[in-house]
T-cell receptor, first 110, second 115 residues
Framework: RKEVEQDPGPFNVPEGATVAFNCTYS??????FFWYRQDCRKEPKLLMS???SGNEDGRFTAQLNRASQYISLLIRDSKLSDSATYLC???????????FGAGTRLAVHP | DGGITQSPKYLFRKEGQNVTLSCEQN?????MYWYRQDPGQGLRLIYY???????QKGDIAEGYSVSREKKESFPLTVTSAQKNPTAFYLC??????????????FGNGTRLTVT
């Protein structure tokens, strides 16, 4: 089993739709969690950290479920510019040794 | 503006040649990392360095070497021993915080093609 697993997609949604991605992790001792966004042939950029109580940043909401070992990302009112690959990132142990999922591709169409 | 710079953006080499990828940051970050990305896979850690003159192997260090002589610089050498070097290479840096909850800042990557 992979340490961090994501549905590769693609998720094809119309503008204005709400879409959610899940990411599961295998190590229950994981300490910190992030969502990154990566555009085609570009570097990943931090979208948001994921906090235990859940957190929101505009149209984006991140949640953590430690009991079931998954994190989620909800995007409301999708925009064309949200089209990208969303990477789930987990810090499994120690000093900033981050493990990346393979990403979920989102395509928002008019 | 502070940032992390990788050069060159595209690099072409013949099989059997060593090649060095540059990574420089002016963010005053202690930790630096090298990842490679292949299609359909997550980023995989090659090497990381938490402090000057110290570095550790990541998950796929074979065929690679690094140095960390200065805080700002963390060059990666892809040697001829690396069996499948063609990939997108990403350098990153971070600053340690309590709880290990510090995100990575990435350079814009070097796309290496070996033929």
């Amino acid at each position: 089993r992979k340490e961090v697993e994501q549905d590769p997609g693609p998720f094809n949604v119309p503008e204005g739709a709400t879409v959610a991605f899940n990411c599961t992790y295998s190590n229950s001792a994981s300490q910190s969690f992030f969502w990154y966004r990566q555009d085609c042939r570009k570097e990943p950029k931090l979208l948001m950290s994921v906090y235990s109580s859940g957190n929101e940043d505009g149209r984006f909401t991140a949640q953590l479920n430690r009991a079931s070992q998954y994190i989620s990302l909800l995007i409301r009112d999708s925009k064309l510019s949200d089209s990208a690959t969303y990477l789930c990132v987990v810090n499994l142990s120690g000093y900033n040794k981050l493990i990346f999922g393979a990403g979920t591709r989102l395509a928002v169409h008019p | 503006d502070g940032g992390i710079t990788q050069s060159p953006k595209y690099l072409f080499r013949k099989e059997g040649q060593n090649v060095t990828l540059s990574c420089e940051q002016n963010l005053n970050h202690d930790a630096m990392y090298w990842y490679r990305q292949d299609p359909g896979q997550g980023l995989r850690l090659i090497y990381y360095s938490q402090i000057v003159n110290d570095f550790q192997k990541g998950d796929i260090a074979e065929g690679y070497s690094v140095s960390r002589e200065k805080k700002e610089s963390f060059p990666l050498t892809v040697t001829s021993a690396q069996k499948n070097p063609t990939a997108f290479y990403l350098c990153a840096s971070s600053t340690p915080r309590t709880g290990n909850n510090s995100p990575l800042h990435f350079g814009n990557g070097t796309r290496l093609t070996v033929t």
